[in-house]
């Protein structure tokens, strides 16, 4: 197990991590990390570094959330296609 930093500087949290080392996250602490993000204004880089993530964790965190939020990609339709009479 880890910990991961509170942004607001509280008490850290307990996070999981699989038997490779990859960081393990739940969507609410995902969210209570990259809210104070997207609202501070600073790089990704920057972020990282106050907060002392790995840039790659952190790429992933963001990727997950673009993908986990909004509406569903619109999909292609087939539509037949009639020619003009002659």
Known sequence: MT???????????????DTKG???????QRDALL???E???QSDMAFCRQ?????????TLV??????SGPALPR???VPVMKPPP
Do not use: C
């Open 63 to 68: 990727q997950k959330r673009r993908r986990g």
């Open 51 to 59: 907060h002392d993530l790995k840039y790659p964790t952190f790429a």
């Open 3 to 17: 910990s991961i930093v509170d942004p607001a500087g509280e008490a850290a949290r307990q996070i999981r991590s």
């Open 76 to 78: 292609l339709a087939e």
């Open 35 to 37: 809210d104070p993000f």
């Open 39 to 41: 609202q501070s204004g």
């Open 22 to 28: 990859r960081v393990l996250v739940a969507a609410d």
